[in-house]
Structure formats: structure tokens, C-alpha cells
């Protein structure tokens, strides 16, 4: 029924694309190595959309069929460790598989699009587009992935490829420090990820994700997960919570968070390819993947998923507001967003009424990649006119760019939770869910929806109306006259920059209305959603009211931000240098660990084991040295050598045997 | 009847033999000038006879028992026969204007023909027999650089050095008739009770392998023969011959040590130590570079052995597997080295600096080739040596494996020096632009090819785990 073939070729075409450009774009065709990489993509979705329609209407007995079954394309065994040890690659589709491959490949065909006009006479654009297809064919591997294992190397191949398109103005140091940001810390929490991995797939003895969460998530098989513990904990939970800790920080959560914020000084079009709508929510697609397991065998660890969720969408959603790089803005909803995914599946269940958390979390996945790739493919279109990432630099720019300022409005709404607009959907799921299991949680969604609606709108009418810019915007004189010089020449924005907002915009304002209950579930049958128009009532009049709050600030010239700043003075000042989180890793490591660690041990290495690996060196180089003389060309030693390694053999013989 | 099993199951040696008589008449006959279409000819026919060996082969005895063949062989010869098609590829310019190229194949090919002989042998008079087939011809091969003094003194000290070695050989080889009455090796190795007479007999033949092996200390003559011999020599002896050794070692050598496997892990193991710390403590020291892949070559042979000390089929597997591996990737470096040396005459690592600005693709077909000699991922190499050590470690030994981990890092050391002068040492007059026919950059390009997706694809080592049975 699923043909191997064409569903090998959805990661495998960005993956030649990438070697075609990385090898011959720069020298055999410049200026087209650009379409070649967008084309390829556009096949590429093509055939996701193909295998997505396929798998959920033929596939599985029609739209309202009852099982999305997990599917192994196929298997190939890379690497036979030993019969029962293998490494394999290959394919397995699965409801939420299948929607990421569409996702992935759609988003990134925008941006592709979208790029041809933003990065238009860019030096490297050929690199840009080489590391645009090894992204995506990272991603769609990883998503695709049937094993653990592959889904690690896929997982690091994503961190590299961010980490390159984060560094990609490799000229700004700033852009090099973020992206080493980046890398450092998503490591770090890589390391969780691969012990968790380890753990979990030692004790269940396989990698393969079937076999694995059948093994686990069976009483009588994971027997040795629950009983071996560690300082009070099971494997199993231990297993769990460091798989998580891995998915936090490629999914930027608390603790992990800081990177994501920084890497905004890699180009727009990334930051809406990456971190915002795909390898960001590969922390979530982790957890969903294993979510059998943790939900099954291990609600300990779904808690530890919950309460991580909820407290970072909170924590986002109010650095969001005090922050003026309207690009940094959207980082942090971003993380908030994120947030709201990961409770989701945390207060999920597996089955029945309680698994709604799931198929919640699934839906604003999907709605959120929209709406927030949007939000900053029209950032980057307001950057790209503006020339800066200040809200100070921007104010009344709605004249000046009307299609963007109609796809932004309609992002602001879908993200603020107004209906219809396909965040409100999502949201009202999510925060159902929260509402069934976890009352405080629920509270928790609500006042985050509330402050997300507050600080999107903020940004919105910073933007786009207030006609002057507040007081801390400097060096707008010139940037003012700019426009000026570029209004008369004409159009707002390049077409190929303005079909993305487009049909994003569209897609933003009708994916709420997609049936997700018969698509995605956790345990694959279908779930009958009801909207509840009473439920409604509660996050729509709070967003309604952080709307009207950024209008009362904002909406005009006024001082009431600052006086509003003056009278929240401390926690304005904390939430704008984002709580000291930055500042408690640099005290930590500069002070902490390099100066009562690092030094101590550096002069160890220095003068007790660099001396003696000097003197081993030395001692190498001594020896080598003598033995050559043992080389001495001549027939008859030589001979002599040979006569004598057989008599020292035989008198090893007589020695051992005696 | 007998002719039709013997045109079955001797496939590999009858083309090689028709190959042969083709290019004696082609010598008798031919026109003197006609070297590129002799040449062509040649690897026309290898190939051929190659497709034959890889996909013609089945399992039989003939002669009783003296020679006997089986898919594992097959894939042996097949090895073989391909690491010498590349040799072949690579000296095309060489032979060109070489007077005698009609006979440096005769005498390359009978090498082969005996180390054929040498793995289908059922029989020890048969094994021997190929054993000289193999050596003999590879001395006057040795001395193919006719003016060269250097060469003639390679071509002397191989042909005395491998007639000792073969003496203490069968020495051993009669001790062992002595004692059992036959040289058949599948009852002699029924008949093997560990007697003293047999242990004699058993470490002179052993002996006469680790001179062919040329692991330490029956290596001497090695870097002499290396750096003497042309390139296209050396890179038969380095990696042919041995491979040869290698394969008859799985299969004649490993039934003989059962009588007393604990003592002979112990010879096994001192011979590794030695063979990798002598073989890196002589490679760190060398500054001509054929010399170089000599001594490296020879801590190769240690991770080789290591292999074998298991055993077991997994060891013999992960030999098999490596000297394909080790084929690509010494016949990659070698072939880059004898485009050089061709070209300019330059043979010092020296030489080899700000290559990269003057030759980068040649600079990175010689450094993807050394990685995978040295075993950097995801070169082939790294998984072939993983394979090994991983079937060492199956005895349980810790230390040797420390060991052997160890001098892969000792071994990073002068591989990278190679890599440092190619990429980063400045030079003003660096080895100019190369200039390879079709032949060599086929060869190059098979190499690169091989090291590459054997290493990426687990296929290949499944292949050769499947045909070695388990």
C-alpha cells in the first residue's frame, strides 16, 4: 500500500539537494542553487501531502476508520552488532509522524519561498540553502525514525544544522556566540538524552521504538526497569525524565531556554524554520513518540513533563512582555507556546475521555507552526524594511505594509486565542485537558493566555500604529528616511516574500477547523471532541482583556508604559533582564565551575599530566629511536631476528607448558 | 566430468592462466610499441574474470581433497583479484613507457595465480607449492626498476629472506608429516594431540606466516623491500600478499592451534604487542613516505592478528571484512603517492607540504585515505577496526584492547603529521598540479568509492558475514 520509495525520497530529496549545493552550488550555478533547493522541497511536500492524504483516508478505512496504525515502512539494518543488537534505519509512519513530515515540508517550502526574496543578495546564499536541506532532511529523519538511535543521530544532525544557520552571519560576533550558545546548551542537554536512551533501551534490550514502549510499558517485561532504582527513583523514571531533559533543551524549557532567545541572530527565515515551528517542538515530538511509556508506566516522569510546561509557558509569556526586539518578542512566546504543548501532554492520559491532553498538545503543534511561522516570517518582512529589530525603530508601518500587516493582525488573533482563528481551537483543547486533570495547571494556562494575548498585542501595536516611537528608540532618523526612499519605489515587499504571508495567513485562520480528534491520538482510535462554547467564555474575555490593556498602552503615544513600568519597578526590571536566568549560568560556570573546578584541575593537567605525557613522548620518541638502529639493512641480521622470534616462541611454549 | 568440475570450481585460477597465455603470445607476437592496448586488454580481463570469481562460484573438492573452494574463498580470491585490478589501474602511466610491461603482468599474475592456489589448498603440498608461486615471481618484480641499485637490493633481500623463512616453513611442514602420517589439513588437524614434535612443527610454520605477514619480529625486511620495490610493488606486497596471508591464515593455520588454544593466545598476544608498538615506533621516526605506509602497514597487521586471536568466526569475518577495507584505503594513499612520485620523483612526507593549494582533490582523496588507514569515522576504516577490536575483545581481555586503543592514538600522531603537511605547513614550491590518465583516477575513484560506502553501508559487512556462514 505505502511505497517505500516515494516515502524515502520526502528526506532523501532535501538530502541530495544538499550535497548538489553544498558541493556544486557555489561554483556551477550560483545564482540558481537557490530555485534548485526550493523545487526540491516543493516535490518534497508534495509527497508528504500525498502520503498524509493517503495514510489518513486509504490507509486506515476512511476519515472516520477506527485505528491510525503505526506503520514500518521499511527497516534496513545499518549496523549487525550482534544478533540481537542491531542499528537499523528506516521509515515508520504513524499519525503524529505523518503530520510532522507535512508540517515540516510545508513550513519549509514557505520559508524556502520566502527566503528567494529576504535573503536576496546575500553573499553565501548558496550555503544558506545547503544548510536550509540538510535541516530538512534532519528533521523529516528525525521524525520518520523507527529506533531510538536513529532518532539521537538525527537529533544531533537537527543541532547542527541550527547550530550553522544560527552562526550563519558568521562575520557578527554575536551571531557566533549565539549559535555556540545554542550548541553548548541543546548538548548539554543531549547528554541527558543519550543516558535516558541508554537506560531505557539496556533494560528493555532493543532500540526499536515498537518493541521498546511494548516492552516497557508491559508489567510483566519491565520488571528489572521498575525494581532497579537510583537514589529513590526507578530506571524507568530516571530513563523518562532524562529523555525529557534532552527534549527541553532542543525545546527550549526551563532551564534550557536560554538559547533559543539568542539564537534570533541567526537570518528571519530560520528563526521561523527552526525555532519556531519545527526543531523546536522536537522536545514535544519526543516525548509524544514515548508517550505510551511515560504515560502508561511512568506518570511520575508525566508530572515532571506538566509541571516543566506549565511553569516555562508562564515564566515565557512575562519576559515576553518587557522585551523590545520584536524578534526576541516571539522567541520567548515561542517558549511559552512550547510550554503549553509539553503540560498538555502532560496532564494527557492514554486512552479514552483523559487522552485529550494528546491529541490538545498535537493540534497546537499544528496550528502554532502556522500561525508562529507567520508571526515571523512577517517579522521578518517588517526587519527586512525597517533594516532593525527595535520596536522603538517601528511604529505606524500598517500604510506602509498592508499585506503584512493583515497576515500579522490575523497571527496576533489566531495566537491570542480569538475565535475563529485556529489558536483559539488548539487553546480551548489544551486548556480543557488541564481543566479535567490539574486545576492549578488549568489556572496556570489561563493567566498565560491572558499575558500571551497582552504581549502580542503590545507588539502589534508597536508596530503597526503608535504612530511615533516610545523614548528609548535611538538612531530612527535614519532609519525613517529609508522608508521614505523606499515607499517611492513602489511595492512593500518582493512577491516571493508576500505569497508565504499569504497562504499562511489563510492557513491561520482556517486550520483550527481540521477534525484533529479523528486524526491524532494517542492510542490511534479516534476521540470524539466537543466544543463547549461555555468553557470559551473564561480565555476569551481574558484575552479580550489583554488586548484591550496593550491598546490602552499602546495603541497611541501615550506615557502610561513607563509609568505602568515605574509602578511594577522591580519585577518590570527582573522580567526585562528575563529573571537573571542568563547571569545564574554565567555565575555558575565563570565563577562556580572555572574558578574552584576548572582552575584546580587545569594545573593539575598542566604539571602532573601534561609533564608526564611530555615524558612518555620523550621517552616514545628515546626508544624509537634505538630500536632503528635495529633496522641495520643487512640480510644476515635480519635472518638472525627471524630465527630468534621462532626460538623465543618455542621457549614461551616450554615455559607456559612446564 | 573431472574437466567440466574443474572449469566450475577453478574458475578464478583458469582465467588467470588464459590471461596469462594471452599476453605471452601478445609479447611473442606483438609489436613492441603496443603498450596501451596490452594494457587495456589486461584490465579488460580482470575485470571479466573478476565479474566470473563474484558471481560464478560454488562449493567442491577436486583431487581428492587438494583443492577445495566455497563461497567464502570466492569472496577471497574476489578481494584479491580487485585490490590487483586497482594496482593495475594505478600503475597505467608507470607501465606505459615501462619496455617490459607484457612481462611485469606475467610475473604480477602468476603472484596471484599462486596465492589462489595458496586459499583453495586442501593440502600442504599444494599450499606450498602456491606459497612459491606467489614469492618467487614478486623478487623479480621487486627489481622492476631496472636501473636502480635501491631496487635491486629490495628485489635480493626478498628473495633470500622469503627462501629462509619458506625453509623453516617446511621444516615444520615435514616435522608435522613426520608425526602424522599425512598433509592433508583436514586430518592433520584431526591427528594434532599437542605433542612436543607438533608444537616444533606448528611455530616453524607459524614463523614462515609471520615472516609473510611481516609481523614483528619477522618484519625486517620489510621497509627495505617497501622503499626499494616500485610503488606498484610495494602496494601489492603491502596489501595483496598480505591479504592473501591473512585469508590462508583463517583457513589452514586456526585448525592447527586447537591442540593448545591457551598457549597459542599467548603467543598470539605478545606478537600484537610487539607488532603495534614496533610497528608505530618505527612509523613515527620515518620521513620518507613509502617507508612510512610501510611501518604503518605493519601495526596494521597487529589489529589483524588481534582479530584472529579470538578464533572465532566473527574474528575471521572482521579480518575479511578489514582487508577489504585496508585494501581501499592503502591502495587510495598508495595511488596518490605513486601519482607523485611518478610525476615529480618526490617520495619525503616533506614534499608533501601546501599540497592541498596545488592538487586539493588529490590532497583530499590521500586524506580521506589515510583517516580511514587511521580509522577516523565514517571512514571505512573506523568501522573495519571497530569490527576487529570488537572481535578481539571477545576473549576478554581488557589490557590488549587498552593497548590496541592506545596505539591507535600513538598511530594518530604520524597519520595526522601526513594531514598537517598536506593542509597547513606553508611551502614555496609545492608538488605542482598532477596530471592522472583515466586509469588512475578510475583506480582513485574505486578507492574513495569503497572507502566511503562500505563504510556507511552495513550491507557489505553483512555480505561478508553471510558468506563466512553464521
Request: proline fraction near 4%.
Given at each position: 500500500?505505502?511505497?517505500?520509495?516515494?516515502?524515502?525520497?520526502?528526506?532523501?530529496?532535501?538530502?541530495?539537494?544538499?550535497?548538489?549545493?553544498?558541493?556544486?552550488?557555489?561554483?556551477l550555478f550560483?545564482?540558481?542553487?537557490?530555485?534548485?533547493?526550493?523545487?526540491v522541497i516543493?516535490?518534497?511536500?508534495?509527497l508528504?501531502?500525498?502520503?498524509?492524504?493517503?495514510?489518513?483516508?486509504?490507509?486506515?478505512g476512511g476519515?472516520?476508520?477506527?485505528m491510525?496504525?503505526?506503520?514500518?515502512?521499511?527497516n534496513?539494518?545499518?549496523?549487525?552488532f550482534?544478533p540481537?543488537?542491531?542499528?537499523?534505519?528506516g521509515i515508520?509512519?504513524?499519525?503524529?509522524?505523518?503530520?510532522?513530515?507535512?508540517?515540516?515540508?510545508?513550513?519549509?517550502?514557505?520559508?524556502?519561498?520566502?527566503?528567494?526574496?529576504?535573503?536576496?543578495?546575500?553573499?553565501?546564499?548558496?550555503?544558506?540553502?545547503?544548510?536550509l536541506?540538510?535541516f530538512t532532511?534532519?528533521?523529516?529523519?528525525?521524525?520518520?525514525s523507527?529506533?531510538?538511535?536513529?532518532?539521537?543521530?538525527?537529533?544531533?544532525l537537527v543541532?547542527?544544522?541550527?547550530?550553522?544557520l544560527?552562526?550563519?552571519?558568521?562575520?557578527?560576533?554575536?551571531?557566533?556566540a549565539?549559535?555556540?550558545?545554542?550548541?553548548?546548551?541543546?548538548?548539554?542537554?543531549?547528554?541527558?538524552f543519550l543516558?535516558?536512551?541508554l537506560?531505557l533501551?539496556?533494560?528493555?534490550?532493543?532500540?526499536?521504538?515498537?518493541t521498546?514502549?511494548?516492552?516497557?510499558?508491559t508489567?510483566a517485561?519491565?520488571?528489572?526497569?521498575?525494581k532497579?532504582s537510583?537514589l529513590?527513583?526507578?530506571?524507568?523514571?530516571w530513563?523518562?525524565?532524562?529523555?525529557f531533559?534532552?527534549?527541553?533543551?532542543?525545546?527550549?524549557?526551563?532551564?534550557f531556554?536560554?538559547w533559543?532567545?539568542?539564537?534570533?541572530?541567526?537570518?528571519?527565515?530560520?528563526?521561523?524554520?527552526?525555532h519556531?515551528?519545527?526543531m523546536?517542538?522536537?522536545?514535544?515530538y519526543?516525548?509524544?513518540?514515548?508517550?505510551?511509556?511515560?504515560s502508561?508506566?511512568?506518570?511520575?516522569?508525566?508530572?515532571?513533563?506538566?509541571?516543566?510546561?506549565?511553569?516555562t509557558s508562564?515564566?515565557?509569556?512575562?519576559?515576553a512582555?518587557?522585551q523590545?526586539?520584536?524578534?526576541?518578542v516571539?522567541a520567548?512566546?515561542?517558549?511559552s507556546?512550547?510550554g503549553?504543548?509539553?503540560?498538555?501532554?502532560?496532564?494527557s492520559?492514554?486512552?479514552?475521555?483523559p487522552?485529550l491532553?494528546?491529541?490538545?498538545?498535537?493540534?497546537?503543534?499544528?496550528?502554532h507552526?502556522?500561525?508562529k511561522?507567520?508571526?515571523?516570517?512577517?517579522a521578518g518582512?517588517?526587519?527586512?524594511?525597517?533594516?532593525?529589530n527595535?520596536?522603538?525603530?517601528?511604529?505606524?508601518?500598517?500604510?506602509?505594509?498592508?499585506?503584512?500587516?493583515?497576515?500579522?493582525?490575523?497571527?496576533?488573533l489566531?495566537?491570542?486565542g480569538?475565535p475563529?482563528?485556529?489558536?483559539?481551537?488548539?487553546?480551548?483543547?489544551?486548556?480543557?485537558?488541564?481543566w479535567?486533570?490539574?486545576?492549578?495547571?488549568?489556572y496556570?494556562?489561563?493567566?498565560?493566555a491572558?499575558?500571551?494575548?497582552?504581549y502580542?498585542?503590545?507588539?502589534y501595536?508597536?508596530?503597526?500604529?503608535h504612530?511615533?516611537?516610545?523614548?528609548?528608540?535611538n538612531?530612527?532618523?535614519?532609519?525613517?528616511?529609508?522608508?521614505?526612499?523606499?515607499?517611492?519605489?513602489?511595492?512593500?515587499l518582493p512577491?516571493?516574500?508576500?505569497?508565504?504571508?499569504?497562504i499562511?495567513g489563510?492557513l491561520?485562520v482556517?486550520?483550527?477547523?481540521?477534525p484533529?480528534?479523528k486524526?491524532?491520538?494517542?492510542?490511534?482510535t479516534?476521540l470524539?471532541?466537543?466544543?463547549?462554547?461555555l468553557?470559551?467564555?473564561?480565555?476569551?474575555?481574558?484575552?479580550?482583556?489583554?488586548?484591550y490593556?496593550a491598546?490602552?498602552?499602546y495603541?497611541?503615544?501615550?506615557?502610561?508604559?513607563?509609568?505602568?513600568a515605574?509602578?511594577l519597578?522591580?519585577?518590570?526590571?527582573?522580567?526585562?533582564?528575563k529573571f537573571?536566568i542568563?547571569?545564574?549560568?554565567?555565575?555558575?560556570?565563570?565563577?562556580?565551575?572555572?574558578?574552584?573546578?576548572?582552575k584546580p584541575?587545569?594545573?593539575?593537567?598542566?604539571?602532573?599530566?601534561?609533564?608526564?605525557?611530555?615524558?612518555?613522548?620523550?621517552s616514545?620518541?628515546?626508544?624509537?629511536?634505538?630500536?632503528?638502529?635495529?633496522?641495520?639493512?643487512k640480510?644476515?641480521d635480519?635472518?638472525?631476528?627471524i630465527v630468534g622470534?621462532?626460538?623465543?616462541?618455542?621457549?614461551?611454549?616450554?615455559?607456559?607448558?612446564? | 566430468?573431472?574437466?567440466?568440475?574443474m572449469?566450475?570450481?577453478?574458475?578464478a585460477?583458469?582465467?588467470?592462466?588464459?590471461?596469462?597465455f594471452?599476453?605471452?603470445?601478445?609479447?611473442?607476437l606483438?609489436?613492441?610499441?603496443?603498450?596501451?592496448?596490452?594494457?587495456?586488454?589486461?584490465?579488460?580481463?580482470?575485470?571479466?574474470?573478476?565479474?566470473?570469481?563474484l558471481?560464478?562460484?560454488?562449493?567442491?573438492v577436486?583431487?581428492?581433497g587438494?583443492?577445495?573452494?566455497?563461497?567464502t574463498?570466492?569472496?577471497?580470491?574476489?578481494?584479491?583479484?580487485?585490490?590487483?585490478?586497482?594496482?593495475?589501474l594505478q600503475?597505467?602511466?608507470?607501465?606505459?613507457?615501462?619496455k617490459?610491461?607484457a612481462?611485469?603482468?606475467?610475473?604480477?599474475?602468476?603472484?596471484?595465480?599462486?596465492?589462489?592456489?595458496?586459499?583453495?589448498?586442501?593440502?600442504?603440498?599444494?599450499?606450498?607449492?602456491?606459497?612459491?608461486?606467489a614469492?618467487?615471481?614478486?623478487?623479480?618484480?621487486?627489481?622492476?626498476?631496472l636501473?636502480?641499485?635501491?631496487?635491486?637490493?629490495?628485489?635480493?633481500?626478498l628473495?633470500?629472506?622469503?627462501?629462509?623463512?619458506?625453509?623453516i616453513?617446511?621444516?615444520?611442514?615435514s616435522?608435522?608429516?613426520?608425526?602424522?602420517?599425512?598433509?592433508?589439513?583436514?586430518?592433520?588437524?584431526?591427528?594434532?594431540?599437542?605433542?612436543?614434535?607438533?608444537?616444533?612443527?606448528?611455530?616453524?610454520?607459524?614463523t614462515?606466516?609471520?615472516?609473510?605477514?611481516?609481523?614483528v619480529p619477522?618484519?625486517?625486511?620489510?621497509a627495505?623491500?617497501y622503499?626499494?620495490?616500485?610503488?606498484?610493488?610495494?602496494?601489492?606486497?603491502s596489501?595483496?600478499?598480505?591479504?592473501?596471508?591473512?585469508?590462508v591464515?583463517?583457513?589452514v593455520?586456526?585448525?592447527l592451534?586447537?591442540?593448545?588454544?591457551?598457549?597459542?593466545?599467548?603467543?598470539?598476544?605478545i606478537?600484537?604487542?610487539l607488532?603495534?608498538?614496533?610497528?608505530?615506533?618505527?612509523a613515527?621516526?620515518?620521513?620518507?613516505?613509502k617507508?612510512?605506509?610501510?611501518?604503518?602497514?605493519?601495526?596494521?597487521?597487529?589489529?589483524?592478528?588481534?582479530?584472529?586471536?579470538?578464533?572465532?568466526?566473527?574474528?575471521?569475518?572482521?579480518?575479511?571484512?578489514f582487508m577489504?577495507?585496508?585494501?581501499?584505503?592503502?591502495?587510495?594513499a598508495?595511488g596518490?603517492?605513486?601519482?607523485?612520485s611518478?610525476?615529480?620523483?618526490?617520495?619525503?612526507?616533506?614534499d608533501?607540504?601546501?599540497?592541498?593549494?596545488?592538487n586539493?582533490?588529490?590532497?583530499?582523496?590521500?586524506?580521506?585515505?589515510?583517516?580511514?588507514?587511521a580509522?577516523?569515522?565514517?571512514?571505512?576504516g573506523?568501522?573495519?577496526?571497530?569490527?576487529?577490536?570488537?572481535?578481539?575483545?571477545?576473549?576478554?581481555?581488557s589490557?590488549?584492547?587498552a593497548?590496541?586503543?592506545?596505539?591507535m592514538?600513538?598511530s594518530?600522531?604520524?597519520?595526522?603529521?601526513?594531514?598537517?603537511?598536506?593542509?597547513?605547513?606553508?611551502?614555496?614550491?609545492?608538488?605542482?598540479?598532477?596530471?592522472?590518465?583515466?586509469?588512475?583516477?578510475?583506480?582513485?575513484a574505486?578507492?574513495?568509492?569503497?572507502?566511503?560506502?562500505?563504510?556507511?553501508?552495513?550491507?557489505?559487512?553483512?555480505y561478508?558475514?553471510?558468506?563466512?556462514?553464521?
Amino acid at each position: 500500500m505505502f511505497n517505500p520509495v516515494y516515502i524515502a525520497l520526502i528526506p532523501l530529496l532535501p538530502f541530495f539537494s544538499f550535497w548538489l549545493i553544498g558541493l556544486a552550488g557555489r561554483s556551477l550555478f550560483p545564482k540558481y542553487g537557490s530555485y534548485a533547493g526550493t523545487l526540491v522541497i516543493l516535490v518534497s511536500f508534495i509527497l508528504s501531502a500525498f502520503v498524509a492524504w493517503q495514510y489518513f483516508t486509504i490507509g486506515s478505512g476512511g476519515m472516520t476508520g477506527a485505528m491510525h496504525p503505526q506503520i514500518i515502512v521499511f527497516n534496513y539494518t545499518w549496523l549487525q552488532f550482534s544478533p540481537s543488537l542491531s542499528i537499523n534505519m528506516g521509515i515508520m509512519l504513524d499519525s503524529i509522524s505523518v503530520m510532522m513530515i507535512v508540517i515540516v515540508t510545508f513550513i519549509s517550502l514557505m520559508v524556502h519561498i520566502f527566503s528567494l526574496g529576504y535573503m536576496k543578495g546575500e553573499r553565501n546564499i548558496s550555503n544558506y540553502y545547503c544548510f536550509l536541506s540538510l535541516f530538512t532532511f534532519s528533521m523529516l529523519g528525525l521524525v520518520l525514525s523507527t529506533n531510538i538511535f536513529q532518532i539521537y543521530i538525527f537529533w544531533e544532525l537537527v543541532g547542527i544544522s541550527s547550530f550553522l544557520l544560527i552562526g550563519f552571519y558568521y562575520e557578527k560576533p554575536a551571531a557566533v556566540a549565539a549559535s555556540k550558545k545554542a550548541f553548548i546548551i541543546t548538548r548539554f542537554a543531549d547528554l541527558g538524552f543519550l543516558i535516558g536512551i541508554l537506560i531505557l533501551s539496556y533494560y528493555t534490550k532493543t532500540l526499536d521504538f515498537q518493541t521498546l514502549i511494548r516492552n516497557a510499558s508491559t508489567p510483566a517485561l519491565s520488571g528489572d526497569l521498575i525494581k532497579s532504582s537510583f537514589l529513590g527513583f526507578s530506571a524507568l523514571s530516571w530513563g523518562l525524565v532524562l529523555v525529557f531533559a534532552g527534549g527541553a533543551g532542543k525545546s527550549a524549557m526551563f532551564p534550557f531556554h536560554i538559547w533559543l532567545p539568542d539564537a534570533m541572530e541567526g537570518p528571519t527565515p530560520v528563526s521561523a524554520l527552526i525555532h519556531a515551528a519545527t526543531m523546536v517542538v522536537a522536545g514535544v515530538y519526543i516525548v509524544a513518540r514515548l508517550f505510551p511509556v511515560y504515560s502508561m508506566a511512568c506518570p511520575g516522569a508525566l508530572n515532571v513533563v506538566a509541571c516543566t510546561g506549565a511553569f516555562t509557558s508562564l515564566f515565557a509569556a512575562i519576559i515576553a512582555c518587557t522585551q523590545t526586539d520584536i524578534k526576541r518578542v516571539l522567541a520567548y512566546s515561542t517558549i511559552s507556546q512550547i510550554g503549553y504543548m509539553m503540560f498538555a501532554l502532560g496532564v494527557s492520559g492514554y486512552s479514552g475521555e483523559p487522552s485529550l491532553g494528546f491529541t490538545a498538545s498535537m493540534f497546537h503543534l499544528f496550528t502554532h507552526a502556522n500561525f508562529k511561522a507567520l508571526l515571523f516570517l512577517g517579522a521578518g518582512a517588517i526587519i527586512h524594511y525597517v533594516h532593525s529589530n527595535e520596536m522603538g525603530n517601528m511604529g505606524g508601518l500598517r500604510k506602509a505594509l498592508p499585506v503584512t500587516h493583515i497576515t500579522f493582525l490575523i497571527a496576533c488573533l489566531a495566537i491570542a486565542g480569538i475565535p475563529p482563528f485556529s489558536g483559539f481551537f488548539s487553546k480551548e483543547e489544551i486548556l480543557m485537558a488541564a481543566w479535567n486533570a490539574n486545576k492549578l495547571i488549568y489556572y496556570v494556562g489561563l493567566i498565560t493566555a491572558a499575558i500571551t494575548a497582552f504581549y502580542i498585542f503590545r507588539l502589534y501595536f508597536n508596530i503597526f500604529w503608535h504612530t511615533t516611537p516610545p523614548a528609548h528608540g535611538n538612531g530612527n532618523e535614519a532609519t525613517r528616511d529609508s522608508h521614505a526612499r523606499k515607499n517611492k519605489s513602489g511595492r512593500e515587499l518582493p512577491v516571493t516574500m508576500l505569497i508565504p504571508l499569504i497562504i499562511l495567513g489563510i492557513l491561520s485562520v482556517v486550520a483550527g477547523f481540521a477534525p484533529f480528534g479523528k486524526l491524532i491520538t494517542a492510542n490511534g482510535t479516534p476521540l470524539p471532541m466537543t466544543f463547549q462554547p461555555l468553557f470559551s467564555i473564561a480565555p476569551v474575555l481574558l484575552a479580550a482583556a489583554g488586548i484591550y490593556t496593550a491598546y490602552v498602552l499602546y495603541g497611541k503615544e501615550n506615557n502610561l508604559p513607563q509609568r505602568a513600568a515605574a509602578a511594577l519597578n522591580g519585577f518590570y526590571r527582573a522580567a526585562y533582564k528575563k529573571f537573571y536566568i542568563d547571569e545564574v549560568y554565567l555565575f555558575i560556570t565563570k565563577k562556580v565551575i572555572f574558578h574552584s573546578i576548572g582552575k584546580p584541575v587545569a594545573w593539575f593537567d598542566r604539571n602532573i599530566i601534561d609533564r608526564n605525557i611530555d615524558r612518555t613522548g620523550e621517552s616514545v620518541s628515546g626508544l624509537s629511536f634505538v630500536i632503528r638502529k635495529l633496522q641495520s639493512g643487512k640480510v644476515q641480521d635480519y635472518a638472525i631476528y627471524i630465527v630468534g622470534g621462532a626460538v623465543g616462541i618455542l621457549f614461551l611454549f616450554l615455559y607456559i607448558t612446564s | 566430468m573431472i574437466f567440466v568440475n574443474m572449469m566450475d570450481l577453478m574458475n578464478a585460477e583458469l582465467g588467470i592462466v588464459i590471461i596469462l597465455f594471452i599476453l605471452l603470445f601478445m609479447k611473442i607476437l606483438g609489436k613492441p610499441e603496443s603498450n596501451s592496448t596490452l594494457l587495456n586488454l589486461t584490465n579488460a580481463l580482470l575485470v571479466l574474470n573478476l565479474v566470473v570469481v563474484l558471481f560464478l562460484n560454488s562449493d567442491g573438492v577436486l583431487f581428492n581433497g587438494m583443492f577445495h573452494t566455497n563461497h567464502t574463498i570466492a569472496l577471497e580470491k574476489g578481494i584479491l583479484l580487485f585490490g590487483t585490478l586497482i594496482i593495475s589501474l594505478q600503475s597505467f602511466k608507470w607501465l606505459m613507457h615501462h619496455k617490459h610491461a607484457a612481462e611485469f603482468y606475467i610475473l604480477l599474475l602468476s603472484s596471484l595465480l599462486g596465492m589462489f592456489y595458496m586459499i583453495s589448498s586442501g593440502n600442504f603440498l599444494i599450499f606450498y607449492l602456491g606459497l612459491e608461486l606467489a614469492s618467487i615471481p614478486l623478487a623479480a618484480l621487486a627489481n622492476f626498476n631496472l636501473k636502480e641499485k635501491k631496487s635491486s637490493e629490495a628485489a635480493l633481500k626478498l628473495i633470500l629472506l622469503s627462501a629462509f623463512a619458506s625453509a623453516i616453513m617446511l621444516f615444520g611442514i615435514s616435522i608435522l608429516y613426520g608425526t602424522t602420517g599425512t598433509l592433508s589439513f583436514s586430518e592433520v588437524s584431526l591427528l594434532i594431540s599437542g605433542g612436543s614434535l607438533q608444537i616444533l612443527s606448528i611455530v616453524f610454520i607459524f614463523t614462515g606466516f609471520a615472516f609473510k605477514l611481516s609481523a614483528v619480529p619477522f618484519h625486517f625486511w620489510t621497509a627495505d623491500v617497501y622503499e626499494g620495490a616500485p610503488i606498484a610493488i610495494t602496494s601489492f606486497l603491502s596489501v595483496i600478499s598480505k591479504a592473501a596471508m591473512v585469508f590462508v591464515f583463517i583457513s589452514v593455520l586456526s585448525p592447527l592451534f586447537v591442540s593448545a588454544p591457551a598457549v597459542w593466545y599467548m603467543v598470539f598476544l605478545i606478537i600484537i604487542v610487539l607488532t603495534m608498538a614496533f610497528g608505530n615506533l618505527f612509523a613515527i621516526r620515518q620521513n620518507n613516505i613509502k617507508r612510512f605506509i610501510a611501518f604503518s602497514s605493519i601495526t596494521q597487521v597487529g589489529y589483524i592478528l588481534l582479530a584472529l586471536s579470538a578464533g572465532n568466526k566473527p574474528g575471521a569475518a572482521a579480518a575479511i571484512y578489514f582487508m577489504m577495507v585496508y585494501i581501499f584505503s592503502n591502495l587510495g594513499a598508495l595511488g596518490v603517492i605513486s601519482l607523485v612520485s611518478a610525476q615529480t620523483g618526490l617520495e619525503n612526507i616533506s614534499d608533501y607540504r601546501g599540497f592541498y593549494k596545488t592538487n586539493p582533490v588529490y590532497a583530499w582523496i590521500l586524506s580521506i585515505s589515510i583517516f580511514s588507514l587511521a580509522g577516523i569515522p565514517p571512514t571505512a576504516g573506523f568501522f573495519g577496526k571497530m569490527f576487529l577490536v570488537i572481535a578481539g575483545a571477545s576473549k576478554g581481555n581488557s589490557m590488549i584492547i587498552a593497548f590496541a586503543s592506545l596505539n591507535m592514538v600513538v598511530s594518530l600522531y604520524y597519520y595526522l603529521k601526513i594531514i598537517k603537511a598536506i593542509f597547513i605547513d606553508p611551502n614555496d614550491s609545492p608538488v605542482p598540479a598532477l596530471k592522472p590518465g583515466f586509469s588512475i583516477a578510475a583506480g582513485l575513484a574505486v578507492c574513495m568509492f569503497g572507502i566511503i560506502f562500505t563504510g556507511f553501508a552495513g550491507g557489505f559487512y553483512d555480505y561478508v558475514i553471510k558468506t563466512c556462514g553464521f
